[in-house]
């Protein structure tokens, strides 16, 4: 299996701006994360699902986000409009059991807001 | 809220030295802990699980120790390589949630 696989790799845009950051998991894992990465606040959960159903978006910041898993092998992470305090590293990461295994993650989007 | 946290922040040893990683949390009611490999540019690949009941999981050169009680884990590598060289990350599950408490990390330099 080639892994969680994300891109794009890196985005930079201008304030403003749609991004849309993109995640395919491991086949046959039912759950799939959204992480956030900043020097200052670590790791953050921003939503999570559960064969393809948002169970908890309580960690998206603001109404800017949304995510979507239109099916078990494709989700979307939408920042609209977006920020210079969006600029992270965001991680997409899978699993078969949700936190109770090991988490798969991507290799990451970094993104630049300017 | 699980509070975790790793000391040191970094640290740099001579290749072929044994590394010991340290990792405490606040509750001690978990049901598993996680120990993480981050290198620079990448995502984080999962080293060892060690759920609630046991007391440590090995895999090749890596150990990672369990002490709920007293709200520690520790990683150890042995005979340290410059391909240790890594951020190494924990992370903790409580007995009641579903969220991983990340710890910020413990950046190694193995000199060669």
């Known amino acids: 299996d080639a892994g969680v696989i994300q891109s794009p790799r890196h985005e930079v845009t201008e304030m403003g701006q749609e991004v849309t950051l993109r995640c395919k998991p491991i086949?046959?894992?039912?759950?799939l994360f959204w992480y956030r990465q900043t020097m200052m606040r670590g790791l953050e959960l921003l939503i999570y699902?559960?064969?393809?159903?948002?169970?908890?978006d309580s960690g998206m910041p603001e109404d800017r986000f949304s995510a979507k898993m239109p099916n078990a092998s494709f989700s979307t992470l939408k920042i609209q409009p977006s920020e210079p305090r969006d600029s992270a590293v965001y991680f997409c990461?899978?699993?078969?059991?949700?936190?109770?295994?090991?988490?798969?993650f991507g290799s990451g989007t970094q993104l630049s807001v300017l | 809220k699980q509070e975790v946290t790793q000391i040191p922040a970094a640290l740099s040893v001579p290749e072929g030295e044994n590394l010991v990683l340290n990792c405490s949390f606040t509750?001690?009611?978990?049901?598993?802990l996680q120990w993480f490999r981050q290198d620079p540019g990448k995502g984080l690949t999962s080293l060892l699980l060690?759920?609630?009941?046991?007391r440590e999981q090995t895999s090749g050169r890596l150990n990672a120790s369990l002490d709920k009680s007293s709200g520690r884990s520790t990683l150890y590598i042995a005979a340290s390589q410059p391909g240790d060289s890594a951020t190494y990350l924990c992370?903790?599950?409580?007995?009641?949630?579903?969220?991983?408490?990340f710890g910020a990390g413990t950046t190694v330099t193995v000199r060669a």
């Open positions: 990461a899978s699993s078969l059991r949700g936190t109770n295994e090991k988490l798969f």
């Open positions: 086949s046959g894992h039912d759950y």
């Open positions: 699902f559960n064969n393809n159903v948002p169970i908890d």
């Open positions: 509750d001690s009611a978990i049901y598993n």
């Open positions: 060690i759920q609630s009941s046991q």
């Open positions: 992370a903790v599950k409580r007995s009641n949630d579903y969220k991983l408490s």
